[in-house]
């Protein structure tokens, strides 16, 4: 430490004061009269003070400001957060919570969330956990050890988990046919930074909203179906499922594709594959349920975002919104009602799927919204 330097009222001491030394003298040994009130200081005597301040030959006050800093900066500094989500489902039993949080703080994670539910009818669990992996014991690359100390602690609770890491950006690949709303959507929510994710590619079964994606910068591939058979269907699925593979596409977003995948298909993109239905299911599956919805004289119509399954707009449903009409509304009005909620649930879903926020069980979903 740099020394300070002492001051009394004979002028300035001849030896610093070392942050290492302790004064056990008076400053001044003569004894101090009673304070008295000063007389006036003159201008003329503030100037000679001044001059004869300058004359005297004393080092400068001065502090190690750079190590200061320094010191400052070791002591202060953090790594960058790694961020990751663990989510697990296993039956309702005591002490997991406690062992999954003595895990993650064994390997010097942080736990910054934690939200769980108890499904009281089939007795399971489930637990998202949000964590830093930025200070893991074993390094926050070599996240595969932790990865097998969650798999033998999964063991022993019988517990289906997974961990998603925020530094792998989710490649998405969104299917169309003719209807533009949800894709407009979800191109101006992703451009916006709402979305977190990478859109390679448009693909469609129509030539129609290829302009949107040259708009966006997006590839769009147009994969015909010139006949509605079988055949002719299985050779597009290959078609689709080889372009996957290609780009490395870890979700599907169905934004108004209006065709049907085999079961085939669907069971190879269980869980990652999101369709947006244009009613309140499960009423008015299949086409035209606006139309339905008129004839049956509803009052309230809704949008249904879910997961593709091959049975028809049966699928784990994971965010559903309606809105009221009246008997003034006509099939024209409820088309441009219902295509605001279906805007609105679809990009609510891909979020939710985005940030790892829902499970699948059986044919429902858990979802730690926010």
């Known amino acids: 430490m740099a020394a300070a330097w002492g001051c009394g009222t004979q002028g300035l001491l001849s030896q610093p004061i070392t ?4 004064v056990k003298t008076p400053l001044c040994s003569r004894k101090v009269a009673p304070r008295q009130r000063s007389p006036p200081v003159t201008q003329a005597q503030l100037e000679a003070a001044v001059k004869t301040a300058q004359v005297v030959d004393t080092p400068p006050v001065t502090f190690p400001v750079k190590a ?3 010191h400052q900066t070791v002591a202060h500094a953090h790594p960058k957060p790694q961020l990751a989500s663990l989510l697990i489902q296993c039956p309702d039993q005591k002490g997991v919570v406690a062992a999954l949080a003595q895990l993650l703080y064994g390997f010097g994670c942080n ?8 499904d009281q009818t089939t007795g399971t669990y489930f637990q998202r956990i949000r964590f830093d992996y930025s200070e893991c014991l074993v390094g926050p690359t070599n996240t595969q050890v932790l990865e097998h100390a969650v798999g033998e602690l999964a063991m022993r609770y019988e517990m289906e988990w997974r961990i998603y890491y925020d530094n792998k950006v989710k490649r998405v690949a969104i299917l169309v046919s003719k ?3 949800c894709l407009y959507d979800l191109l101006i929510r992703l ?3 709402e979305l977190s994710c990478q859109v390679p590619v448009i693909i469609s079964n129509h030539p129609d ?3 949107i994606a040259q708009q966006f910068g997006v590839a769009f591939r147009h ?3 010139p006949r509605a058979d079988a055949e002719s269907k299985l050779q597009q699925e290959a078609a689709i499922e080889q372009l996957l593979e290609e780009l490395d596409i870890d979700l599907l977003v169905l934004a108004r594709y209006m ?5 085939d298909f669907c069971a190879r993109h269980a869980d990652h594959t999101i369709n947006i239905h244009h009613s309140f299911l499960p009423a008015f599956e299949g086409a035209k349920p606006y139309h339905k919805a008129h004839e049956r004289g509803v009052k309230i119509i809704g949008a249904t975002a879910h997961f593709a399954t091959a049975e028809l707009d049966a699928g784990p449903i994971i965010e559903q919104d309606v809105t009221r009409i009246t008997h003034r509304d006509s099939v024209k009005d409820m088309l441009r009602k219902g295509r605001d909620l279906e805007r609105l649930v679809l990009a609510r879903a891909v979020r939710w799927v985005l940030e790892d926020r829902v499970l699948v069980h059986g044919n429902k979903t858990v979802v730690f919204n926010d």
């Open 259 to 263: 065709q049907i995948f085999s079961q």
């Open 179 to 181: 209807l533009d709303h």
């Open 111 to 118: 736990i910054l969330e934690s939200d769980q539910y108890t």
């Open 209 to 211: 909203l290829a302009p």
């Open 19 to 22: 942050g290492n030394q302790s």
């Open 68 to 70: 200061v800093a320094e």
């Open 191 to 193: 451009k916006a930074g």
């Open 223 to 225: 994969l015909p179906l």
